[in-house]
């Protein structure tokens, strides 16, 4: 199993920053994929940035792409999210989560289904 605990979260105002940091124990060896997903009240939980453990291939979120980088540190069994340019609308509890053992299809990285281990999740609120 792999345990995933995310920190980092905040109160920020629009237009600020943020890295967001998901530290992964237990059998790393078996990550195939890290996933950065979001959800706001009411909402459906939403595909934020994916990458691949060893490959690094990064994917983006139509919502995030050009403000939001993904990034990992294998040797450091962690995975970040660095956000840029924060708006209102990106206010939502933000979950890094872990494909284990078997290679994701590029297709279904946005899926939450497709992923087996989850952190319990960071709060990011962003103010106008």
């Known amino acids: 199993q792999v345990l995933l605990v995310e920190s980092g979260g905040d109160l920020v105002q629009a237009g600020g920053s943020l890295r967001l940091s998901c530290a992964a124990s237990g059998r790393t060896s078996s990550i195939r994929a890290m996933g950065w997903f979001r959800q706001a009240p009411g909402k459906e939980r939403e595909f934020i940035a994916g990458?691949?453990?060893?490959?690094?291939?990064?994917y983006y979120g139509d919502s995030v792409k050009g403000r939001f980088i993904i990034s990992r540190d294998i040797a450091k069994n962690s995975a970040y999210l660095q956000m840029n340019s924060l708006k209102p609308e990106d206010t939502a509890v933000y979950y890094c989560?872990?494909?284990?053992?078997?290679?994701?299809?590029?297709?279904?990285?946005?899926?939450?289904?497709?992923?087996?281990?989850w952190g319990h999740g960071t709060q990011v609120t962003v103010s106008s």
């Open positions: 989560a872990a494909r284990l053992e078997f290679v994701i299809l590029v297709a279904r990285i946005s899926r939450p289904s497709e992923y087996d281990a």
């Open positions: 990458t691949y453990w060893h490959g690094g291939s990064t």
